[in-house]
């Protein structure tokens, strides 16, 4: 594993940023520890082909949720992203095509930043209809935008999902911080 020693505590270790799928592993590994304490049976999925991350157990409903994991390793909890087309937005996460389709009540994805500088993690819950319906129309947006500018416009089956904040304004619905932080309850 690429590891370096960490300069602010020399006794504890740091992923390099190159590193994806530690840092996959380090987003899995955290949710599992915040479903773990919420009293949730959960548990990890193996396997390079796995269709879900997280395998996730209300015991009073006896419901059974899917849990896709999407992780970003962060300078800075004082990072934003900002776009002209798609506005100053927390984050956000590739995506494919294949996500425009995945429409299902139980499947839920959640997206995940690591604060490399602090250590802290940030949890966005996010059920799949409102995935689904984003990366799609992101797509769109962005081709229609790119097409204006003149810009020839390759096929590609790369999305990007992303989290705003309330207070600002979008082309498209963005999924806030506000609505999707810490959603625990799989609220839709």
Not at 67 to 86: G, N, P
Not at 149 to 167: A, L, P, S, Y
């Given at each position: 594993m690429n590891i370096r020693k960490s300069p602010v505590c020399p006794g504890v270790s740091s992923m390099k940023r190159n590193d994806k799928n530690a840092v996959s592993l380090a987003g899995e590994f955290a949710v599992l520890s915040q479903l773990a304490l919420l009293n949730y049976d959960a548990n990890m999925t193996l396997g390079r082909t796995k269709g879900v991350d997280i395998l996730v157990s209300v015991p009073r409903s006896k419901k059974m949720y899917r849990l896709e994991v999407k992780t970003k390793l962060r300078r800075s909890d004082r990072d934003?992203?900002?776009?002209?087309?798609?506005?100053?937005?927390?984050?956000?996460?590739?995506?494919?095509?294949?996500?425009?389709?995945?429409?299902?009540?139980?499947?839920?994805?959640?997206?995940?930043i690591i604060w490399e500088r602090t250590k802290k993690f940030c949890f966005f819950i996010v059920?799949?209809?409102?995935?689904?319906?984003?990366?799609?129309?992101?797509?769109q947006l962005w081709r229609r935008e790119k097409k204006k500018e003149r810009k020839r416009v390759k096929h590609t089956d790369m999305r990007v999902f992303r989290i705003g904040f309330k207070n600002e304004k979008y082309a498209i619905a963005t999924p806030t911080t506000e609505e999707y932080e810490d959603n625990w309850k799989f609220r839709r």
């Amino acid at each position: 594993m690429n590891i370096r020693k960490s300069p602010v505590c020399p006794g504890v270790s740091s992923m390099k940023r190159n590193d994806k799928n530690a840092v996959s592993l380090a987003g899995e590994f955290a949710v599992l520890s915040q479903l773990a304490l919420l009293n949730y049976d959960a548990n990890m999925t193996l396997g390079r082909t796995k269709g879900v991350d997280i395998l996730v157990s209300v015991p009073r409903s006896k419901k059974m949720y899917r849990l896709e994991v999407k992780t970003k390793l962060r300078r800075s909890d004082r990072d934003v992203a900002k776009s002209k087309i798609f506005g100053t937005v927390v984050g956000g996460w590739m995506m494919d095509r294949k996500h425009e389709a995945h429409v299902d009540p139980l499947l839920f994805y959640c997206f995940v930043i690591i604060w490399e500088r602090t250590k802290k993690f940030c949890f966005f819950i996010v059920p799949s209809k409102l995935v689904a319906r984003y990366v799609k129309r992101e797509h769109q947006l962005w081709r229609r935008e790119k097409k204006k500018e003149r810009k020839r416009v390759k096929h590609t089956d790369m999305r990007v999902f992303r989290i705003g904040f309330k207070n600002e304004k979008y082309a498209i619905a963005t999924p806030t911080t506000e609505e999707y932080e810490d959603n625990w309850k799989f609220r839709r």
